[in-house]
């Protein structure tokens, strides 16, 4: 009897750990494991011998740190990151802001068709990035762009695929309309969250709709403000799409435009998958590294503040 009854409390207590074998196989063969290979790709070499040629000519050696060597001296890979950050520095505030803006107006008791109108901001997300990048192209090319025929005739710039600024605003456009939904939508959740009471007591206390939006609104949907930057830097430290699909169009983007890019041509491009393995690992953890330490930031300022609010 006592042996059944253990054997029981065994099978309820090993029943999380069954539930979560599915989910923790998955992860190490395609997650896990991918990434200790291309670590591990990272550390290696061929070496090329004579003429090359002959099966023992071309050897798989170690390496050490001699390709991150090279990857932190490329300088197509540090002009690559400089022209993210330079993209990054346009595409979140305005992505974030506008999410915010749009999730405070649909949150607004006067708005009118808020279900159509949330829908129509969240439905460019849903469009693949390729596609979204196509699209946004063809826009800006003269000769099939209804935007350029319109805006000359009204004697306005047209968009371009210059190199420079317009290429920039170009690119983050196409980021923009496609992103800006996701992080609405997300911060709207946060705003419908808070408690009814909450604004009740704003209003008794004489405060005024852009009061509440500043002071009550804003403040408390800070996490979901974090979350959204936090995805933010992740997707435009990894921007592939938009410039590798916009490139047969301009002469302005090059197969390293975005460090991302730079792997896929060394990868692909040069066969050099060792080369290719190191700047990757380069960007994760450069990306790892901003991740954690905004995070860290973020946490450290929301305890200074509670602690603030406890002693007062």
């Known amino acids: 009897m006592s042996s059944s009854t253990s054997r029981r409390s065994y099978g309820v207590k090993g029943a999380p750990y069954g539930f979560l074998l599915p989910a923790t196989v998955l992860f190490a063969l395609f997650f896990a494991l991918p990434i200790g290979y291309a670590v591990w790709l990272s550390f290696r070499k061929v070496r090329v011998s004579g003429l090359g040629l002959g099966s023992g000519a071309r050897k798989e050696v170690w390496a050490g740190f001699g390709n991150y060597t090279e990857a932190l001296q490329d300088s197509e890979l540090l002009h690559g990151a400089l022209r993210v950050l330079g993209y990054g520095c346009i595409v979140v505030p305005v992505m974030l802001g506008l999410a915010l803006l749009f999730a405070l107006m649909l949150d607004s008791e006067k708005v009118r068709l808020a279900p159509f109108t949330r829908l129509a901001i969240f439905l460019p997300y849903a469009v693949p990035g390729v596609v979204a990048a196509l699209l946004w192209g063809f826009l800006y090319l003269p000769d099939v762009s209804p935007f350029s025929f319109a805006l000359d005739k009204l004697g306005l710039p047209q968009p371009d695929l210059l190199d420079g600024g317009p290429l920039y605003l170009a690119l983050a456009n196409i980021a923009v309309w496609g992103g800006t939904g996701f992080n609405m939508i997300v911060i709207y959740t946060s705003l419908r969250s808070i408690p009814a009471e909450v ?53 302005s983007v090059d197969t390293a435009w975005s460090p991302l890019m730079k792997v896929y041509q060394d990868a692909f491009g040069r066969n050099d998958i060792y080369a290719a393995a190191a700047e990757a690992t380069l960007i994760a953890l450069v990306t790892l590294l901003l991740s954690f330490g905004f995070l860290r930031a973020a946490n450290r300022r929301n305890k200074r503040d509670v602690s603030q609010g406890g002693v007062r």
């Open 199 to 251: 604004y009740e007591a704003a209003k008794l206390d004489g405060a005024t709709p852009l009061q509440i939006a500043l002071r009550i609104k804003i403040p408390m949907v800070a996490p979901s403000l974090v979350l959204t930057f936090f995805f933010s830097i992740i997707a435009t430290l990894q921007v592939f799409n938009e410039p590798t699909t916009l490139k047969p169009l301009t002469n």
